[in-house]
């Protein structure tokens, strides 16, 4: 069974540009999850989607960040535009009834 | 408000040695808790989890926790290190299995010494 993938592995891109990463949960699973690991700090909780329902959106940054999840299969993060500060690891896990949460390897976005 | 506070964010062990990871938390209600993995250049592998039954739980590659509730800690270990160990460790909490929405630790980095 195939775990969580997420593309692209690195991203590296100026300030000001837009930037999309993806993730494919788990086959079946109906819970996918968006966290970020900004350098030195803790992995936090982005998103939590249910199908394609936005279930709790509470870590978002702010509205520079547009996550989607159409049809409840793989979801897309767009930052836009992006900062600095938003460098970092971007993952994405997801989830089926008690198992996981299962992450996937992760983004790491460089902005410049 | 939940948190996680593991304490050392670097472990050092020689070879063959006892790896103890500290995690304490804090939680108004029982929380559910969990140790991840990261080996370098890869994601977040979920190496155990405690949500009811069992304190001490088993997980891959030998490593164990247990929940102590009255300590509200979660301590990961393994009786005997391996060079392959080396990697960083997160312990997370959450306040339903249901959900993966986690609070994490500060993480901590574990070497091991030949």
């Known amino acids: 069974e195939a775990g969580v993938t997420q593309f692209p592995s690195h991203s590296v891109i100026e300030k000001g540009q837009t930037v999309t990463l993806r993730c494919d949960p788990i086959s079946g699973h109906d819970n996918l999850y968006w966290y970020r690991r900004v350098m030195g700090k803790e992995i936090k909780f982005l998103l939590h989607f249910v199908k394609e329902s936005k279930q709790d959106e509470s870590g978002m940054p702010n509205n520079r960040f547009l996550a989607e999840r159409t049809g409840g299969t793989y979801s897309t993060l767009k930052v836009q535009p992006a900062e600095l500060e938003d460098s970092g690891v971007y993952f994405c896990?997801?989830?089926?009834?008690?198992?996981?949460?299962?992450f996937g390897p992760g983004t790491r976005l460089t902005v410049l | 408000a939940q948190s996680v506070t593991q304490l050392g964010s670097h472990v050092s062990v020689s070879e063959g040695a006892l790896v103890l990871l500290r995690c304490n938390y804090s939680s108004s209600v029982p929380p559910y808790l969990f140790w991840y993995v990261q080996y370098p250049n890869q994601g977040l592998q979920l190496l155990l989890k405690?949500?009811?039954?069992?304190?001490l739980v088993k997980g891959i590659n030998g490593f164990e926790a247990e929940f102590k509730k009255s300590e509200t800690s979660f301590h990961l270990t393994k009786p005997s290190a391996h060079m392959s160990d080396a990697a960083e460790y997160f312990c997370?909490?959450?306040?339903?299995?249901?959900?993966?929405?986690?609070?994490f630790g500060q993480g901590t980095t574990l070497q091991v010494k030949p």
């Open positions: 405690y949500t009811t039954g069992a304190t």
């Open positions: 896990a997801s989830s089926q009834d008690r198992t996981g949460p299962y």
């Open positions: 997370a909490v959450t306040l339903s299995s249901n959900t993966g929405k986690l609070i």
